[in-house]
């Protein structure tokens, strides 16, 4: 079978992302990489996230510069493959390639130690890294973990160049989320708090009754499930649930919560919440909120004011319960071109009535 060439483009990962930026590039020229095999890493201004091989291939050219802001559908590097690749183009179009970066030749790897360093079992780390380690005599002590609970990865063993962009792409994200904050300042909004008394078994079960319960009063008050950017009504009910990633926050947008059943939905937030710590998030989740709420309720913050994303025209925070009087704070902002104040005080009233 004849061979071809591909260009992996830089992803559109929501409806209003018009460019990214490239963080790092984990292959070289001449790399053979399999489907699923991580390519490179793309910063937006809502999420980061890892952009990997359509297929089996080998890498030709790499086009990108790391730290550039590419536009949605510029090529990032060339795959030379035998697989028929099907294209998620997003309707925009990949441009041409007229001409290929010459890139630098890939640094020599260091030699193997050959005599093994015995590893601090109290080190966590993922078993193939732990393997990695003694093959190549490695302390795991004397890696920085990037993982979830500071758990030494696959990644950070075998890959120090992309270890070491760790710390880079966290700045990048808190760069970008305060960017995003930035522009709400234009917002005309208002926040309203009150306290509530109810209990949960866990955070996620928490999280997902709040989920649920914001998404019926937007279902019934379809003025605010709109993107105030377009104006347009959505045709789900999103809402965003801000959640830790290992390079800063994430958004993760659950859609039609209110519309499945309650074991479902803890179960679709407990497991997004785990692919979040891992800096993985489903690109299907990164778009479509009218909505975003901050549960702290599982932490020592008390309250929280809750701030409006550029697109949304409601967002929510819950802090943790008061040890003296067992009740949490909820606060509520709005848009004030799409709902008032006495308005936005009747939704959080029935809010808290239903928790």
Not at 112 to 126: N, Y
Request: net charge negative; aromatic share 4%; with cysteine.
């Amino acid at each position: 079978m004849s061979a071809f060439d591909y260009a992996v483009i830089m992803p559109k990962m929501s409806m209003t992302m018009e460019e990214g930026e490239l963080l790092a590039v984990r292959v070289n020229v001449g790399d053979s990489v399999k489907s699923g095999d991580v390519l490179f890493d793309v910063a937006t201004d809502k999420i980061d996230m890892e952009v990997e091989s359509p297929a089996d291939g080998v890498v030709k050219a790499i086009m990108g510069q790391i730290g550039s802001t590419m536009l949605v559908g510029a090529p990032v590097l060339m795959l030379e493959t035998a697989t028929q690749v099907m294209s998620f183009d997003f309707n925009t179009p990949a441009p041409e390639v007229e001409a290929v970066v010459e890139v630098p030749a890939p640094v020599a790897v260091a030699p193997v130690v050959v005599a093994p360093v015995v590893s601090l079992e109290s080190v966590k780390a993922v078993p193939k890294a732990r393997v990695i380690a003694r093959e190549r005599g490695i302390d795991l002590a004397s890696i920085t973990p990037t993982g979830p609970d500071n758990t030494v990865t696959f990644e950070d063993i075998s890959n120090p160049q992309v270890a070491g962009a760790h710390d880079a792409r966290k700045a990048a994200n808190r760069k970008m989320v305060a960017a995003s904050i930035e522009k709400t300042r234009t917002i005309p909004q208002i926040t309203l708090s009150r306290f509530s008394s109810h209990t949960t078994a866990s955070l996620d079960q928490g999280s997902a009754h709040l989920v649920a319960t914001w998404a019926r009063i937007l279902r019934r008050n379809t003025h605010l499930n709109l993107s105030t950017i377009t104006e347009d009504l959505r045709t789900h009910v999103g809402v965003a649930l801000i959640m830790e990633s290992k390079y800063g926050l994430a958004m993760p947008v659950f859609k039609d919560p209110d519309l499945m059943p309650v074991a479902q939905l803890v179960e679709w937030i407990k497991s997004t919440r785990q692919q979040s710590r891992a800096g993985k998030v489903p690109l299907e989740m990164l778009s479509g909120a009218t909505a975003s709420i901050f549960d702290l309720s599982d932490t020592k913050i008390s309250a929280a004011i809750p701030l409006l994303l550029p697109s949304h025209t409601t967002a929510l925070s819950v802090g943790a319960p008061n040890a003296a009087f067992g009740q949490s704070e909820i606060s509520l902002t709005v848009d004030l071109r799409y709902c008032d104040s006495l308005e936005a005080a009747n939704f959080l009233d029935q809010l808290v009535a239903t928790l």
